[in-house]
């Protein structure tokens, strides 16, 4: 079985058009080496962002028949962001498939999030044009369904802890963990100040009256370098 085949067996879509699944694959790196006439997949990529928008706006609006915009919108950011397009390309292992020039090779490209990301985007891009809607949004729903399940209660919940954990747990198992990185002030007022990290890395820091403010502020400083809260969100406990 080609690699080609192995992809679409894996997306459960045979191609009409093989040429637009090709171009989906093609990092835009390619369009800078030496005599590379082939389409890069950026304009499938911006499509893509379109028809993933319009499905998940859809389902989440039949979902949630009592949730209010801002709601609706939130709840879509956390399905959409970089990180999780990106796992769902890990996952389907969209990576070994793609054509990349030879500095994005040296330098692990077919690992990278925002790669990754991109490559999702521009596949359902070509599955929208090769197979329509039905089939682009069967796609999104069927990879996306246990993350739409997560979100099956109230939208309106505020509760960064719980967001952070909802969006870093999207096709993975390591759960964010917290730490009080320092204490400052008497017995009576004590400030703690915590960090939440994710698989190593730190994501934001917060600060609080108590240790459970301090995590809640950190979730929060996190989902706001992740892309889901404004800088202006307000902090809550969770």
Known sequence: MSDLARLQDEIQYTFRDERLLRTALTHPSVAYEPDQTNDTNQRLEFLGDAVLQLVLSHALYVRHPNAAEGD???????????????????????????????????????????????????????????????????????????????????????????????????????????RIEHTSGPDHNMVFECAVYHRGVELGRGIGKSKKEAESQAASAALRFLGQQPDSAASASD
Do not use: C, W
């Not at 997560?150 to 802890?161: Q, V, Y």
């Open 72 to 178: 609706l919108t939130k709840a879509r950011a956390r399905l959409v962001n970089r990180r999780s397009l990106a796992e769902q390309g890990r996952h389907m292992e969209l990576g070994r498939y793609l054509t990349l020039g030879r500095g994005e090779e040296l330098h692990a490209g077919r690992e990278r999030i925002s790669t990754l990301a991109d490559a999702f985007e521009a596949l359902l891009g070509a599955l929208f044009i090769d197979g329509g809607y039905a089939v682009a949004e069967e796609f999104v729903l069927r990879r996306l369904a246990p993350t739409l399940d997560m979100l099956s209660g109230p939208l309106h919940a505020d509760n960064p802890k719980g967001e952070l954990q909802e969006m870093l747990q999207t096709g993975a198992e390591t759960p964010p963990q917290y």
